[in-house]
């Protein structure tokens, strides 16, 4: 006998249960709804906003009073991750030495922030991405534009992005919000009592944004589950009731994949990104990940991803930071010789880095800004494209079990 569907009282009840002595929610409210002034100015999301912020911030002269006590301490921590030539100087020379004739730079040469030096002599572009990809060959265009103005300088070129996305042009190093969000804490925390409080209270302001909003968060991960797992009902309800940009196409992929017959583990779902694997895949891949708060042995993974600016839905295939950075790189040139990324166009590989690797990209599906596409339309573009991915899947395993193997000390 099949279970009745339940009544209009029935949802209404499930709604009350959710909105009245419901702890969970009280205290995620508590942790996401604290007053936060880029909140209030509505520019959390913003790029030029937080380039704006982060330009006041590293500019030695500003009014913020620090000198060059933010600048510093982020330069130390991109030399210390950058490979060692692509360096303009190292770690070392740098410190304890005084930085003369700085000046910070907004959208010049369309670059989001460009960071010159006079004394030492160096140069940093930075390119700052929030929920935008690359457009074009811009990073190409900006180096080529920055050797060319500064000749004889040392320059670093960064690549900022929420999770440390990696760029498409050589010599721009990956650089996630997670970086920014440790080396301002810790400024912040060596430095409490020579950091004005005005000053200390705008950064508390930041630091909370990009730590909410930019970085995983287990305590607020957990209460989602626990909120969703007791009050499935409701919130069911509010998002067939509440269509968000975004978050509806999100769920339409995301259901697909967890009702699909058990082929794929969905581990991770935001307003615009699912990230799976195939459900066999826990079975042979060794936990070499490194990123915090993650199965270790997710380190290569899907993730199909909404482009609203684009109007594109895209499948990527990733290959995260790992423990073992050889075994990794072996991986990375195993599944570029087996075709797994093979595009019709040809493009040189993208250089592989220790960081993030793109090794699949393909456009699932394309639409216009004034006609979204239906959930249906949706559905069977995501299921075309595993089918098509799927003959590649099932070769994956034959071929990166022998190279994983060592990672088992066989």
Known sequence: MNAEAPTDQDALKALEQFVVDNEELMELEQRIGRFNIFDALGVARVEIRHSNFLAWLLDPGESHGQGALFLRAVLMDLLRQAPVKDRPFSPVQLDGRDMRNVEVRREWRNIDLLITCQDPRFVVAVENKIDSGEHGKQ??????????????????????????????????????YADIHGVLDRCRTTNITSIGKDVAAFLDHYLR?????????????????????????????????????????VRVVTDMLKNDGNR???????????????????????????????????????????????????????????????????TIEALREMGIGKSDKKKP?????????????????????????????????????????TPKLKDIPGVLQPILARAEGT
């Open 139 to 176: 990073l190409c265009r900006y180096k080529k534009t920055v050797i060319e103005e500064f000749p004889d300088t040392g320059r670093l070129f960064v690549f900022l992005t929420k999770d440390g996305s990696e760029p498409s042009c050589e010599q721009w190093m990956p650089y996630s």
């Open 209 to 249: 944004l990009i730590g909410s909003r930019f970085m995983d968060d287990p305590q607020i991960a957990d209460l989602c589950q626990r909120i969703y797992q007791n009050h499935r009902q409701a919130l069911d309800l509010i998002f067939e009731n509440c269509v968000t940009s975004g978050s509806p196409l």
């Open 264 to 330: 794929w583990h969905v581990f991770n779902s935001t307003s615009r990104r699912v990230d799976f694997v195939p459900a066999d895949w826990l079975q042979w891949l060794p936990p070499l990940g490194t990123r915090p708060r993650k199965d270790p042995k997710l380190w290569f993974h899907w993730s199909f991803d909404f482009f609203q600016d684009k109007q594109q839905l895209r499948l990527f295939g990733i290959v995260s930071p790992c423990s073992d950075t050889e075994l990794r790189r072996n």
């Open 349 to 389: 590989e993208k250089k592989i880095t220790d960081r993030w690797t793109t090794v699949y990209n393909k456009v699932v599906m394309r639409w216009n800004e004034e006609d979204e596409p239906t959930p249906d339309a949706i559905e069977a573009a995501v299921r075309k494209s595993l089918d098509l991915l």
